[in-house]
Nanobody, 121 residues
Framework: QVQLLESGGGLVQPGGSLRLSCAAT????????MGWYRQAPGKQRELVAI???????NYADSVKGRFTISRDNAKSTVYLQMNSLKPEDTAVYYC???????????????WGQGTLVTVSS
């Protein structure tokens, strides 16, 4: 019913920038919180940044000052602008969203498939 499609991953050199996008599709009435998580091979998935419908944001300490999360409600899309990328940022980045299904009182919680970000010289 609700799906998330991430894009924008790829290979970038240290110090470079990358912009991730995540578009939500389906019968959505309201999206509450959207966020980005990442998982490196052999490591636990961790929160990168989240943004609420009221534009409250929260960032992992490791990305503060470098990453910026934003959302376009008209497009049901969340973005992650990543600057000053470091090799340790290398991971699969997953989009996440929760909200309410259109014309119902049912909620949804969904993950995207993930997009790989590789930071290397």
């Amino acid at each position: 019913q609700v799906q998330l499609l991430e894009s924008g991953g790829g290979l970038v050199q240290p110090g470079g920038s990358l912009r991730l996008s995540c578009a939500a599709t389906g019968t959505i009435s309201r999206i509450n919180t959207m966020g980005w998580y990442r998982q490196a091979p052999g490591k636990q998935r961790e929160l990168v940044a989240i943004i609420t419908s009221g534009d409250f944001t929260n960032y992992a300490d490791s990305v503060k000052g470098r990453f910026t999360i934003s959302r376009d409600n008209a497009k049901s899309t969340v973005y992650l602008q990543m600057n000053s990328l470091k090799p340790e940022d290398t991971a699969v980045y997953y989009c996440h969203a929760d909200g309410i299904i259109k014309m119902s009182f049912r909620s949804f919680e969904v993950w995207g498939q993930g997009t790989l970000v590789t930071v290397s010289s």
